[in-house]
């Protein structure tokens, strides 16, 4: 089995795949401050609830945006499996299927790249896929597996927080779709505002970048598969047309995919 630990700014996500086969997964808090042997010790527990035979693991990977978390799970790796994890870092970008441009090689994020390895695998189409984490992330794959760009926004649950961390009379409410955009109370409001100003943004950034592409790539907008991930993925189904596919696991295959092509 391959123990994955997918790394991201809110939550950590631990995974194992028996072949290419998601079996198990869990989440736990992101905390900068937890060392490795702390760590180690909640997904020990973890394991043990599971009946988790750690003899069945034979290889462990790395993807991180949190870049002070890489030792302690290297350090969690080799208590486990007495052996060093695979991290998803530039040195083996050269083994994947998608290119990357050379002025971001050091920039992407793994968690992006993994979204483009897998979106990539999956449809062998030129893509844009959406990742509804803490940030909103668009990251677009081109005719011959070449990841084009990204483009950065905050998340939808990020903008829920800032609003209310940074406004005295704005209560905590629902992550909902409103029945109207016209809202009659503070509650429908604040989710007027953050759910339809959200999918105004979403529309308007994927049409911007279809246009982009268009123009980059020489091919026609409908050839272009838009895929929604992350927790939050499916929160605007209701009132957008503007994705063709979801995968709230796109992210945790691709980690997969890539330590398939990484470890050959």
């Given amino acids: 089995m391959l123990l994955i630990f997918d790394i991201g700014n809110t939550n950590i996500k631990v995974a194992l795949f ?30 043990k609830d599971y009946n988790l035979d750690i003899k069945l693991i034979n ?40 290119t990357i441009p050379p ?16 979106a ?45 961390s940074n406004t005295a009379q704005l209560p905590s409410v629902p992550l909902e779709i409103p029945s109207s955009s016209l809202g009659i109370n503070t509650t429908m409001a604040i989710q007027s505002g953050i759910m339809f100003g959200y999918k105004g943004l979403i529309e308007g950034l994927i049409n911007q970048i279809k246009l982009d592409i268009q123009k980059q790539e020489n091919i026609k907008s409908e050839s272009i598969i838009t895929i929604a991930t992350g927790g939050l993925s499916s929160v605007l189904t209701p009132i957008t047309k503007i994705f063709d596919k979801f995968d709230k696991q796109l992210t945790l295959n691709g980690l997969c995919t890539v330590a398939k092509y990484a470890l050959k």
Avoid at 77 to 91: C, G, M, S, V
Avoid at 103 to 116: M, P, R, S, Y
């Fill in 18 to 47: 028996e072949s290419d086969t998601l079996v198990q997964q869990w989440r736990i808090s992101t905390d900068s401050n937890r060392t490795g042997d702390e760590y180690f010790a909640l997904i020990n527990v973890l394991f």
């Fill in 59 to 98: 290889n462990a990977v790395i993807s991180s945006v949190v870049p002070q978390l890489v030792k302690a799970f290297v350090i969690v790796t080799q208590r486990f499996l007495n052996k060093e994890p695979l991290i998803i870092a530039p040195d083996i970008y050269h083994k994947l299927p998608v």
């Fill in 103 to 118: 002025t971001a090689v050091n920039e992407i994020g793994t968690d992006l790249l993994c979204d483009a390895v897998q």
């Fill in 120 to 164: 990539w695998e999956t449809y062998h189409k030129p893509c844009i896929v959406v990742d509804f984490g803490t940030a909103l992330s668009f990251v677009s794959v081109g005719n011959n597996a070449n990841i084009l760009g990204v483009a950065i926004a905050p998340g939808i649950g990020t903008a829920f927080k800032s609003l209310f």
